[in-house]
């Protein structure tokens, strides 16, 4: 039995409680070796002397009671002590389960996260596999060729497809593959004198995702039959009126009358009045060249291939790319301000970012970026802004709040814009992506421009980001 030890008038003593004794002895030893036994309920005691000799006492002492009653403190004592013990024991057992628990709970959020994340990465980026096929058709001495030169924003030195003053010069289908998922189709006139043409031209409109029916002069009724074969096989066709040029020399209303004949003739709402005069060889060197409307055309075009997701396969190919770039980088800015509402939003808000760089790196590069690569250059910009990337990746398992999200869509808006801001910076100016020096000084400065410039936006809801225009506030980085 564990022997307790107290004090009682300047004298050590030991008790114990005699387990073998149903009653409970309370068993006291003195300094000297002698035991006292004590029964519960008994008036007299035992003494037993080391030597053994036994001899009984009577308990009701003044000294004897106030030893019983130290002895009874001591061993209640000593009770609680070891109560706390085992409630200490108990709670180190517990949080220890618990310290187990929530490794194990990290280790699968972490990999639930990973592979979250792998699959929006995957599914941001499939698009970028696909093929693009636009189709520019029309009858002969359309400016179908000239068109495709100034859609592509070609100069007479680079020019893609081939333009020549004799009338009806592009007599078969002719692709142009100018990039490997990317192919323009010049087609023969729907009514080319040749009606193998005609048939070749068919066949093509199957296979195509946009078609352009280009159309010139006043407005032709049997035009009607081919815009309606064109709508019946593609998912999209757009109406140019192309040489507007030759209504210089009349009143504007001369225009603006063939333009509504020929929205009536075709039952179309929208026409693009263009111009793309000076592509023929022959133009001398110095006429200028004369592009009008085009840029509207490639806007709605874009618009309709974005909801495809084939627009930055076409933008790959344009001189200019800084206005895609804006575009890429102020949807993923937007994106990842709505996503921070979401619970797990690291997953989301990582994926984004990560696609972010595929397309810009395809933009730039023609070449889809690998999974590996994209998700290796994120740890740079997070170790340069740990703070934040870590209370975002901790706040995704953390009930909404309202300010939790406030924050975490304003802390997920600016290190997007100044990742994706340093990435284009690198690969606009043709430096290795794979450059983590460039990358780190130049995502540190734009970091703090983006806090500030956010910051002040004084947002109380997440919500109040669609109203931005993140466009605008990309521009100023870029």
Same mark, same amino acid.
């Given at each position: 039995?564990?022997?307790? *030890? ?51 006492? @009577? ?9 019983? +009653? ?47 994340? *792998? ?5 941001? $980026? ?7 096929? $636009? ?23 680079? =020019? ?22 990317? $192919? ?7 009514? @080319? ?50 040489? $507007? ?34 592509? @023929? ?13 085009? @840029? ?21 190919? =344009?001189?200019?790319?800084? &206005? ?52 290796? =250059? ?21 009930? &909404? ?27 606009? +100016? ?49």
């Amino acid at each position: 039995m564990e022997e307790i *030890e107290f004090y009682y008038e300047n004298r050590r003593y030991t008790c114990n409680i005699s387990q073998d004794n149903p009653l409970g002895t309370l068993l006291i030893k003195n300094p000297e070796g002698a035991v006292l036994e004590i029964t519960k309920g008994q008036q007299t005691g035992q003494k037993k002397t080391i030597t053994g000799s036994i001899g009984q006492v @009577d308990l009701s002492h003044p000294y004897l009671q106030g030893l019983i +009653s130290a002895a009874q403190n001591a061993k209640e004592k000593q009770i609680e002590r070891t109560r706390e013990e085992q409630r200490q024991a108990e709670q180190k057992k517990q949080l220890e389960f618990q310290r187990k628990k929530q490794a194990e709970e990290i280790a699968q959020k972490e990999e639930n996260f990973i592979q979250a994340v *792998e699959i929006q990465f995957e599914e941001n $980026i499939k698009s970028l596999s696909q093929m693009l096929k $636009i189709a520019f058709l029309g009858k002969v001495s359309s400016g179908k060729s000239s068109l495709i030169n100034a859609y592509l924003e070609r100069d007479r030195s680079d =020019m893609l497809a081939k333009v020549g003053a004799e009338a009806g010069i592009t007599t078969e289908p002719c692709e142009f593959q100018i990039s490997k998922n990317v $192919i323009l189709i010049d087609l023969p006139g729907l009514d @080319d004198i040749r009606a193998e043409n005609s048939r070749l031209t068919q066949n093509y409109l199957s296979r195509v995702d946009v078609s352009i029916l280009v159309v010139t002069g006043a407005a032709d009724a049997s035009q009607k039959k081919h815009f309606n074969n064109l709508k019946a096989h593609c998912n999209s066709v757009f109406v140019v009126l192309n040489k $507007i040029d030759e209504w210089d020399k009349l009143n504007p209303s001369a225009l603006e009358k063939v333009i509504n004949q020929w929205q009536q003739t075709l039952q179309l709402e929208k026409i693009y009045p263009c111009c793309a005069n000076g592509y @023929d060889p022959e133009t001398r060197s110095d006429i200028q060249l004369d592009i009008r409307g085009v @840029d509207l055309l490639r806007q709605d075009i874009n618009g309709f291939l974005d909801t495809k997701g084939k627009k930055l396969l076409l933008a790959h190919q =344009m001189p200019d790319k800084r &206005p895609y770039a804006v575009g890429i980088i102020a949807g993923a800015v937007a994106l990842v301000a709505g996503q921070a509402i979401l619970p797990g939003r690291a997953a989301f808000i990582t994926a984004t970012q990560a696609a972010a760089i595929a397309s810009l790196y395809y933009l730039y590069t023609g070449e889809i970026l690998s999974k590996g690569t994209a998700f290796a =250059m994120l740890p740079i910009f997070a170790g340069q802004a740990v703070a934040s990337s870590v209370f975002l990746f901790v706040t995704s398992f953390i009930p &909404p709040t309202g300010v939790i999200e406030v924050a975490a869509a304003i802390t997920a808006a600016s290190i997007t814009i100044a990742m994706l801001s340093a990435v284009n910076f690198v690969l606009e +100016s043709g430096a290795n992506i794979e450059d983590k020096e460039l990358l780190k000084s130049k995502f540190q400065s734009y970091q703090k421009q983006a806090e500030a410039l956010l910051k002040g936006l004084a947002l109380s809801d997440v919500r109040n980001f669609n109203k931005i225009n993140f466009d605008e506030i990309v521009n100023k980085f870029i």
